[in-house]
């Protein structure tokens, strides 16, 4: 895993133009989960989450596809922090035991390895100290990078 990350005003910028409405990170979208990812200093980027009621799947507990999200999400910034909009192309999410409702969240992302246009990310999400799921991702750069020159 690289050790820094670029300068936070590249992430900044990257997230402005590329993500400024995403369902996940984006304080714009009204009808979103506004999680503010930050860098942490190691390359990695950390976010935290409310898990409030409204995102119930069963009774009491977090919707799986809300901590997918949050993990696709996550990695998502962790590429934006190095000024790459990614697309993700393969995520494999790993649900070791159920999120709590009304209880936040920390979701972290890190890259594992870059080459060419494909990155390869990992993902963890914990609650009360303890990791509950993770993921692996694959991501493509976004195509229309290219045209920016």
């Known amino acids: 895993m690289p050790a820094t990350t670029r300068d936070s005003g590249v992430f900044a910028a990257t ?3 590329w993500h400024s409405h995403c369902w996940v990170c984006s304080a714009a979208n009204e009808n979103g989960l506004a999680v503010d990812f930050q860098e942490d200093g190691t390359g990695a980027v950390e976010g935290s989450f409310s898990c409030d009621e409204k995102f ?20 998502t910034n962790c590429l934006m922090a190095r000024g790459t909009p990614g697309l993700t192309a393969d995520i494999r999410v790993r649900f070791l ?3 709590l409702i009304g209880k936040p969240v920390t979701v ?10 494909l990155s390869i990310l990992g993902a963890a999400l914990q609650q009360d100290g303890e990791i509950l799921a993770t993921a692996v991702g694959k991501f493509l750069d976004h195509p229309d990078k290219k045209k920016e020159g």
Do not use: E, I, Q
């Open 108 to 117: 972290r992302a890190w890259l594992d390895r870059s080459r060419g246009p």
């Open 97 to 99: 035991r159920p999120v």
């Open 15 to 17: 997230r402005s133009r």
């Open 56 to 75: 119930t799947g069963y009774p009491g507990l977090l919707h799986g596809g809300v901590t997918s999200a949050l993990l696709d999400g996550a990695m």
